[in-house]
């Protein structure tokens, strides 16, 4: 019996096919889940696609994608920096001159607000216009003595005239008729209070007119505009070659109208 038991063991190990067959259920028995996803793909003899292979699609053409852009932007790199090299003495010129020509601008512009405000108005208006008086209850008192000469002759009739015929003679009439020449001169006393309803008088003058800007509604405005103009200037002033600008007041805060 124990020849019999030994031949049996030879037989088992030296057969593969009992050997598989005999832990076979103990594999089965092996549950799911503490197996590796290795070992599951080894075991099923065949591996399914995962999202592994097209993630690395992806970021091969997204390097290739950038080496490509990195290689055109150093192309335009090393085509600027040759371009600078070769004409940098006429970028230098350039250079110089703009900002001459900035500079010379600013300083007429800064100049032209500083003569709009003390600016000052002057011109002469001509008036040729009629004025009427009528309804104004303009009055215009008279009270002073002058000297008429009459322009044609001057009928008179006196009563209790005293008349001086001269070397001590004198004749007192009742009722006399007295002619007065033309051309004799009479001295007389106005005083009389004359309305002028009725009359027109034509305005034919010019007016010189003198208006500092300084003092109109305008005056505010050109000195915003001048505040303005230093705020935009002030942090250009030391690159523009200017002298130092002082300080504007901040600019009012922007409030959007409200439409109902």
């Known amino acids: 019996m124990a020849d019999t038991q030994t031949r049996r063991t030879a037989t088992d190990l030296q057969s593969p096919d009992s050997t598989s067959t005999a832990l076979a259920p103990r594999q089965r028995a ?138 001590g003679n004198r004749l007192r009439a009742n009722n006399i008729r007295l002619t007065l020449p033309a051309g004799t001169p009479l001295r007389i006393a106005l005083k009389m209070d004359i309305p002028l309803d009725e009359v027109t008088i034509p305005v034919r003058l010019n007016v010189p007119v003198e208006i500092p800007l300084r003092d109109t509604e305008l005056g505010p405005q050109f000195e915003r505009l001048g505040w303005l103009v230093d705020r935009l200037v002030g942090p250009l002033a030391p690159v523009l070659g200017l002298d130092p600008i002082p300080p504007a007041p901040p600019a009012p805060r922007y409030q959007p109208s409200q439409q109902p």
């Open 30 to 167: 092996v549950p799911l889940f503490g197996r590796s996803r290795n070992q599951v793909h080894t075991q099923s003899g065949s591996r399914q696609p995962g999202r592994g292979s097209r993630l690395t699609s992806f970021w091969k053409a997204l390097i290739v994608t950038s080496f490509v852009i990195n290689a055109i932007l150093l192309v335009v790199v090393l085509l600027l920096v040759g371009f600078i090299i070769q004409w940098r003495q006429q970028i230098a010129s350039t250079a110089v001159l703009g900002q001459g020509f900035a500079t010379d601008n600013v300083a007429e512009l800064r100049s032209i607000v500083a003569g709009l405000q003390g600016a000052t108005i002057r011109t002469t208006i001509p008036l040729d216009q009629p004025l009427p008086l009528k309804g104004a209850g303009v009055i215009v008192p008279v009270d002073q003595q002058t000297t008429v000469t009459l322009v044609e002759p001057v009928p008179l009739q006196l009563s209790g005239a005293d008349i001086d015929l001269g070397n």
